[in-house]
């Protein structure tokens, strides 16, 4: 089946310095997933950061980047320069687009806490 | 302003005991998901459901059974509870394919 791994644990960055996470995947049901970037934040649900949707294209989102790169089956995602507000959870995800057009099933990884010390 | 609610945020259950967890949302969303999260996984996928009355199996729904009545709320039930089945559940919406799926704030479950 479908899988996502990403960064494990926490990562603890001082602000205003700069953040990856790691994520690679693995899709056997589809040969060019949907990727996206789930962020959560304390207290709330889960909320999309961004997407890409077509392989070489990169997404931006509040100062966050990711390239989707089908070579390496990776999607990491980056900042130049993090801000305490950027402590939350954030979440690796590929859709398989489903069989139903009415819907689709995303794939998680298990998530990356993210500290910001100011 | 779209929103997914869930309720209840928090809820202690003796194992054996029936369980009803709601999810709401204000957008007509067709499809709605249920969720569960436990340490060191990902979120899994319980159920889907495509519209009322429209519901499908997702990777891990045994224990579990759903009830979409009407397009804006979905429910998700355990009949007899286990306590295996601690853990955190998120509803979740989308107006359809391609299109980004809206979260609700997630029911931290407690099975005793």
């Known amino acids: 089946g479908d899988s996502v791994t990403q960064t494990e644990g926490q990562v603890t960055v001082s602000e205003s310095k700069s953040l990856i996470i790691n994520c690679t995947y693995s899709a056997t049901s589809i040969a060019y997933p949907n990727l996206f970037w789930y962020v959560r934040y304390p207290g709330e649900g889960l909320q999309l950061l961004l997407k890409?949707?077509?392989?070489?294209q990169k997404g931006s989102s509040r100062g966050f980047e990711a390239t989707y790169n089908k070579e390496t089956t990776s999607f990491h995602l980056q900042k130049a320069s993090v801000q305490e507000s950027d402590s939350a959870v954030y979440y690796c995800?590929?859709?398989?687009?489903?069989?139903?057009?009415?819907?689709?099933?995303?794939?998680f990884g298990i998530g990356t806490r993210v500290l910001v010390r100011p | 302003d779209m929103k997914v609610t869930q309720m209840p945020r928090y809820l202690i259950k003796r194992m054996g005991e029936n369980v009803l967890l709601e999810c709401g949302q204000d957008?007509?969303?067709?499809?709605m998901y249920w969720y569960r999260q436990d340490p060191g996984l990902g979120l899994q996928l319980i159920y889907i459901s495509y519209d009322v009355d429209s519901n499908s199996e997702g990777d891990i729904p045994k224990g579990y059974r759903v009830s979409r009545k009407k397009r804006e709320h979905f429910s998700l039930i355990l009949d007899s509870a286990k306590t295996n089945q601690t853990s955190v559940y998120f509803c979740a919406s989308t107006p359809g394919q391609r299109a980004e799926q809206f979260f609700g704030p997630g029911t931290r479950l407690t099975v005793l």
């Open positions: 890409v949707i077509t392989a070489g």
């Open positions: 995800a590929l859709s398989d687009l489903g069989t139903n057009s009415a819907g689709n099933k995303l794939t």
């Open positions: 957008m007509s969303h067709e499809t």
